[in-house]
Each structure stands twice: as structure tokens, then as C-alpha cells.
Nanobody, 127 residues
Framework: QVLLVESGGGSVQAGDTLRLLCIVS????????MAWFRQASGKVREYVGG????????HYSDSAFGRFRISRDTSKNTMTMRMTWLKSEDTAVYYC????????????????????WGQGTQVTVSS
């Protein structure tokens, strides 16, 4: 059973930096893609970015590109997302997700493509 646990959320000011952590466990993740999604109040869940566990290839949404950076530590089974220059529109619950994607080169972009999810961590950015 795959287990994902997020942490690192909080309340910050616009322009601040925040680092989210996702601890993963339960199996060998060599063929997995990991991703961050977020869901603001009253809005649909949206893709933020993802990483391929085996080689670290990353991909970002337009809103995250250039400000957020995703990395993983295979020895610690963790995925991290460093968010810089935070904006009020980044306010949301952030979720990490995992999916076995043996035949893909990059992380899936849609939430229905992921079977395993964490419980979420709230990020609030005040302007």
C-alpha cells in the first residue's frame, strides 16, 4: 500500500518562500511519477508540477514554471517542492500524488491519472 504524507504548509506573505515535503512509502517507486496538485476553495484541483522518480525529470504548469522547483531524494523517499515568490493566488490545499507510469517519460498532468494521494497541506499567502 502506497502512503503519501505532506507537510510544510503554512501562512506566509506574498513574495515569501515555502517548502513542501511529501514522504512516500509502501513500495519501490522506480517506475513511478510523483506530482503536486493544488485545490483552492471553490475551484477544481489543478496540476502544479511533477517528477519522474527514476531519473528526476520534472515538468511544471505555467503558473509554477520559474517559481517552483520539485526534487526528490530516492534515499529518503521524499519529494520536495520549493515555492518562491509566492502570490495570493497560490493559496490552496496542496496534495502530493503518485502513480505507476512504467511506459511514460514524463509525469501525467491530470488528477484522474493518479491513484495514490496524500491528505493535503494548506498554504495561505497574504498580500
Amino acid at each position: 500500500q502506497v502512503l503519501l504524507v505532506e507537510s510544510g504548509g503554512g501562512s506566509v506573505q506574498a513574495g515569501d518562500t515555502l517548502r513542501l515535503l511529501c514522504i512516500v512509502s509502501g513500495r519501490n517507486f522506480d517506475n513511478y511519477a510523483m506530482a503536486w496538485f493544488r485545490q483552492a476553495s471553490g475551484k477544481v484541483r489543478e496540476y502544479v508540477g511533477g517528477i519522474m522518480w527514476r531519473d528526476g525529470t520534472t515538468h511544471y504548469s505555467d503558473s509554477a514554471f520559474g517559481r517552483f522547483r520539485i526534487s526528490r531524494d530516492t534515499s529518503k523517499n521524499t519529494m520536495t517542492m520549493r515555492m518562491t515568490w509566492l502570490k495570493s493566488e497560490d493559496t490552496a490545499v496542496y496534495y502530493c500524488a503518485a502513480q505507476d507510469v512504467s511506459s511514460r517519460a514524463t509525469s501525467p498532468r491530470w488528477d484522474y491519472e493518479y491513484n495514490d494521494w496524500g491528505q493535503g497541506t494548506q498554504v495561505t499567502v497574504s498580500s
